[in-house]
């Protein structure tokens, strides 16, 4: 069977020399060029009719074991009377600052062109052109050469022999990988309780090519039981790759253990490469050094050591974070980027979900440019869809637009001044969404439901359609921007370069604008107003990721009602959903309810006294160490302030604004074994999930809330956006979220089929019968 690679792609391979060069270059986005391509191919077939454009190309490289590599692509420009062959790049600023290692590139495509079409119509010689187009002032550069057919087809013979090399060792190790996976057996003696159809459920997903929402209690061995069936499932169904993708790091740990485990059953060993991806700033070795040979001593070179460290870091296997830097380190290359270069040669990836599922996803485009077969595991899913209205949002800060007027050189002073103007022309009531907030009526009503205060922020609006004059100053004022900086590049100013990146992501978000976000205003003062293009619905955005995907699985311990999730996520009608039986039983969690509490925002003041009476009797009756969680941290710190004073006797610490993670670690430190007292945290926070505290050292948690967010404008507007969309707008904005937060939270408490414990619910609305039948069902309630 013959390989295929696209020119592009053969290129970037083996054409790359020099330093890795990532100071900040304005350079076009992807219609620019696409348009100044357009102006070319116009100009040319002004002056010649019989110019042609977009001309594909394809030939063959057969080496001396008969393999034959095909390589394809489309050369930008013919002009078959001057017998000459273009290839067109578009730039902004000063030709000279293109970092050498892109021109190098660009030489290498087009001599690769010139190899194809010269076979392809039999020339002796062809004249080589690579036109620079200048976007904003249109001016070309032209650079031209003449070569001989058999010289073009020695660069082409040396191009592909050298790919081949590499294709030849990744077919070996693909036939290797498979052989090994079809032989891969469960690495224990059995499956825990529950953990089998959990296991099937997945391989049946990758079987049939389809989406799974799966949920399983905390403890149950999902990572494991997620990872064993898809790479089992991987050579059966010409699986290319796996990502297993989280929402924190020590998800990440997991997966690299349960991978280590699967890997030790492997016959030979490491027949599976695994790959960790962590962010820039976490890799980084000279965090004060710019990203570029002048300054960093890992970029220097960096093209020229990489074929050597690629071959060293594939022949590791394994490549977790310290194993990575010291691959890169034995071949002074950067460790971030050698890992982003490796993305595309291990099988297995970990790593955070923003990798596939984010606007510049690397995992998500790596997948459609080599149109892999992939299957995608998320751990922790219920937090995507949050994670994913992050992802798709963007916001602009006036203060920020004044603080950079008052510094910005003169020739920027006119575009930062019109898009000042236009701040005075935002929110004008013409430009406010007719209902786009609740009646105070409803407002209450919803309050009494949620048990919250309403927002108190009387400035925020939402306004009824883009605010078009707006959008289009700011994307003329990037534009002043960008050309600026092309033009000055020795005075780069962060701040600048900061507004730029933020004006950038928020015209490119506007241009997707639909019914799934909404523009909102808010203004706390003259000249302290915030534009947000907020994302409320994350589908639309992610649909098309779960589409590229062989099989999506989506696994957690709270992932019901499973239409919500769907709903929001997107995710395929044909989606799968399973709830795995609990392995623990109803005897292990004492639950206890009480419905004379009312936590909701008006009661506040007066359930403290009981909340505080409760955690007292649950810890006499049973000392040992426990959680208690509430909505706020001002909640919080009133009810640990008057359970201090009455009850001085009993250990307390709190979790606080801001927490570092040398603060969050002491938090934990204090839930030892044979430990007393009583952790008070936020519901939704950083200790209400992901955290594993067995046996002893954690007894039994008390939630004084529902876990509603709280009643606001924007809160309200999100409720009426879903039901409009869905007809379920209190559940998808308020109930769903909630009580997923509560269960997972509850969570904390039985983590092993040897654990015992008590949960304390206190808030009225526990009994009401369609929260209820939200809890797990494996819980007896009182």
């Known amino acids: 069977m013959s390989l295929k690679v696209a020119v592009r792609a053969l290129c970037d391979f083996t054409a790359r020399r020099g330093d890795l060069d990532h100071r900040f270059t304005p350079s076009p986005t992807a219609s620019e060029g696409i348009a100044g391509h357009a102006l070319i191919a116009e ?18 490289h057969v080496d001396e074991t008969g393999q034959a590599l095909v390589v394809s692509g489309r050369a930008d420009g013919v002009d078959a009377t001057r017998g000459c062959l273009e290839e067109v790049k578009t730039h902004r600023g000063d030709l000279s600052r293109m970092a050498d290692n892109q021109r190098a590139l660009h030489w290498a495509q087009l001599y690769v062109y010139g190899a194809l079409l010269c076979r392809a119509r039999g020339l002796e010689r062809l004249t080589l052109a690579l036109v620079y187009l200048e976007l904003g002032s249109g001016r070309e550069t032209r650079l031209s050469e003449t070569r001989t057919a058999s010289e073009l087809e020695a660069v082409f013979h040396d191009h592909c022999s050298r790919y ?11 036939a290797c990988r498979d052989a090994a996976l079809r032989k891969l057996s469960f690495p224990f003696d059995d499956f825990r309780t529950g953990q089998r159809p959990l296991a099937e459920a997945v391989y049946k997903a990758a079987s049939t090519s389809r989406a799974l929402l799966l949920q399983a209690p905390t403890g149950i061995g999902k990572t494991l039981g997620t ?9 059966r ?9 989280t929402m924190k790091t020590p998800g990440r740990q997991l997966a690299l253990e349960a991978l280590a485990r699967l890997d030790a059953s492997l016959e030979p060993p490491q027949g599976v490469r695994v790959l960790e991806l962590i962010a820039r700033e976490k890799a980084c070795e000279y965090p004060e050094a710019a990203c570029h040979g002048d300054a960093c001593p890992l970029a220097r070179g960096f093209y020229d050591r990489l074929p050597a460290a690629r071959e060293a870091a594939v022949e590791r296997g394994r ?30 990836v970990v790593g955070d979900v923003n990798h596939y599922f984010d606007v510049h996803a690397l995992l998500y485009a790596l997948t459609q440019a080599h149109e892999w077969r992939v299957g995608v595991l998320v751990d922790e899913a219920h937090n995507l869809i949050d994670r994913a209205r992050g992802m798709y949002s963007a916001e602009l800060d006036q203060r920020r637009l004044a603080a950079l007027r008052r510094q910005a050189p003169p020739a920027l002073a006119r575009p930062l001044a019109r898009l000042g103007r236009q701040w005075a022309t935002l929110g004008r009531e013409d430009d406010i969404e007719e209902g786009q907030s609740a009646s105070n009526g409803a407002k ?77 205003l808010t203004r706390s003062g003259r000249g302290r107003a915030r534009l947000a293009l907020r994302n409320l619905i994350p589908a639309s955005f992610l649909a098309p990721r779960f589409a590229a995907s062989h099989s999506a699985v989506l696994f957690s311990a709270t992932l019901s009602p499973g239409r919500y999730f769907r709903d929001l996520l997107g995710l395929p009608d ?44 649950q ?16 909640y919080l710190e009133s009810v640990a302030a008057r359970f201090g004073d009455a009850h001085g006797e009993i250990p307390v610490w709190c979790q606080a604004r801001g927490m570092d993670e040398p603060a969050r670690e002491a938090f934990l430190a204090r839930f030892v074994p044979g430990g007393e007292g009583i952790g008070f945290a936020v519901l939704g926070g950083a200790f209400a999930e992901g955290i594993d505290l067995p046996g002893e050292r954690l007894i039994g948690a008390f939630i004084a809330t529902l876990g509603l967010p709280p009643v606001s404008p924007r809160q309200e507007t999100l409720r009426e956006r879903l039901e409009a969309r869905f007809g379920r707008g209190f559940d998808y904005a308020y109930q769903y979220p909630g009580i997923n937060k509560v269960v997972q939270a509850a969570g904390r408490v039985i983590r092993t089929p040897e654990d015992h414990g008590v949960v304390v619910l206190m808030d009225d609305r526990f009994a009401r019968p369609e929260v209820r039948a939200l809890l797990p069902g494996w819980w007896h309630l009182p």
């Open 319 to 348: 490549l977790d974070r310290a194993t990575l830097r010291e691959v890169a380190l034995e071949h002074q290359v950067c460790p971030y980027y050698l890992g982003q270069e490796l993305a595309r040669w291990c099988d297995v």
């Open 444 to 520: 209450r009503r919803e309050g009494r439901q949620t048990g919250s205060g309403m927002g108190r922020d009387p400035d925020y609006r939402v306004l009824s359609a883009p605010p078009t004059a707006m959008l289009r100053t700011l994307a003329q004022t990037a534009t002043a921007i960008t050309d600026y900086l092309a033009e000055h590049p020795g005075e780069v100013d962060p701040a600048l370069q900061e507004f730029l990146f933020e004006a950038l992501a928020f015209t490119r978000l506007a241009e997707a604008f639909d019914d799934h976000s909404l523009f909102e």
């Open 237 to 245: 169904q010409g699986l290319d790759r796996v990502f297993f993708l």
């Open 164 to 174: 081949m090399a590499w294709a030849r060792q990744e077919s070996v190790h693909r």
């Open 619 to 634: 810890f006499k009756r049973a000392p040992g160490n426990y959680l208690a969680f509430f909505s706020s941290f001002a």
């Open 574 to 617: 044909n989606t799968a959903s399973l709830e795995v039986a609990s392995p623990f039983a109803g005897e292990q969690l004492e639950v206890r309810m009480r419905r004379d509490i009312s936590t909701r925002y008006a009661h506040r003041e007066a359930s403290i006294e009981p909340i505080v009476a409760t955690l007292a009797e």
């Open 43 to 60: 100009r040319r077939r002004a002056a010649d009719a019989t110019f042609e454009a977009e001309v594909a190309l394809e030939g063959q």
């Open 227 to 235: 990872l064993f069936p898809m790479l089992t499932a991987m050579p």
